[in-house]
């Protein structure tokens, strides 16, 4: 539904990137192309196409500009033309067509690029797409599960399971095991918490009593993790800096209304208890994994250079810790 952003900063390609990386890297040793910036024009110059959903796919269509002035209407069109195989990738292919074509055929002014699109091969594809996962490609034997930061823990080698928006407190209560998929891992890492600094902990009665018995369970957690399922090591990643107040988010960042909860003091003392709790209780084949402080500014805040442009709350790729996947980018 849109092109492939070429800006290293963007968090909806960083994900596009790790998915082309992974396929690139396994075995199979498949080429791959990234179609950044929708430039390809003829898909059938390909053997398959490999269809990216975003990251944050929730169900529905979201158009801007209505089925009047969609901007994007091209990839529609490229793709109904396409002959070849059709991978989904992650979820089961949307039925884009079902979605989108109603609302074409009762809008008397919609866009005349929409009369190019094939809607009865569209549909085809859709129920024909092989749904693929990204993480059967890789053939390394470690995981990094997370929220939606989760993606900055990628490296070449590592499967990667990444939720959006769930709370740390939410994945205690399914189990961290639950986001696992195999019965043993070389290493795991996990990276769940900022959600709950920003939102949720600051809410609670006794914050700070809230924040210690949190990490206590999140320690307790990984090392059931470490001892189930044979980890040389479970790594947890402390959470995120916190930005400057000013910083502007989109409304699916918002809980209640708000960006977030609590003054920048408030959440940070809590983030700095938060990893005190880590430290305290890691030990016994649990580590913890330290940010940089070269990610600060000069206030102690997370600085904005090395975040997501032009908002929104993740780490831009060039700031990736392991692995940044720049060549993808380079590569014309």
Not at 103 to 126: F, G, S, Y
Not at 147 to 153: R, T
Request: glycine content about 8%; aromatic content about 12%.
């Amino acid at each position: 539904m849109a092109p492939i952003s070429e800006r290293m900063s963007s968090h909806r390609a960083a994900q596009a990137v790790i998915y082309a990386d992974q396929i690139a890297s396994s075995p199979n040793g498949w080429d791959v192309t990234v179609n950044f910036g929708g430039a390809i024009e003829d898909y059938n110059a390909y053997d398959i196409v490999a269809v990216y959903h975003g990251n944050d796919w929730g169900g529905t269509v979201n158009m801007f500009g209505g089925v009047k002035a969609f901007g994007n209407i091209d990839q529609l069109i490229r793709l109904s033309k396409f002959k070849g195989k059709v991978w989904s990738l992650d979820i089961p292919f949307p039925e884009y067509s079902k979605m989108i074509k109603p609302r074409v055929d009762k809008e008397p002014a919609a866009h005349p690029d929409w009369k190019q699109i094939d809607w009865h091969h569209l549909n085809t594809i859709e129920n024909s797409a092989i749904t693929t996962y990204s993480n059967h490609f890789d053939h390394g034997n470690s995981i990094a599960i997370g929220d939606s930061h989760g993606i900055s823990m990628y490296r070449r080698g590592w499967k990667i399971n990444s939720i959006p928006y769930k709370t740390l407190y939410g994945a205690l209560e399914l189990g961290l095991a639950s986001f696992l998929s195999a019965e043993s891992y070389e290493e795991i890492e996990t990276y769940f918490g900022n959600i709950d600094i920003r939102h949720h902990l600051m809410r609670q009665p006794d914050p700070k009593l809230a924040t210690v018995n949190l990490v206590k369970r999140y320690v307790d957690e990984c090392r059931k993790m470490h001892r189930s399922h044979g980890a040389k090591v479970v790594r947890i990643w402390e959470p995120l800096p916190i930005e400057n107040e000013s910083r502007k988010l989109p409304k699916t960042g918002y809980y209640k209304g708000v960006p977030f909860y609590g003054s920048w003091k408030e959440r940070n003392q809590i983030r700095d208890l938060f990893i005190e709790e880590l430290h305290r209780n890691c030990g016994d084949g649990v580590e913890v994994f330290q940010w940089t402080s070269k990610l600060k500014n000069s206030a102690g805040e997370l600085d904005f250079e090395f975040m997501e442009k032009p908002q929104s709350v993740h780490l831009s790729r060039a700031a990736y810790p392991h692995w940044t996947g720049k060549e993808w980018n380079l590569a014309k």
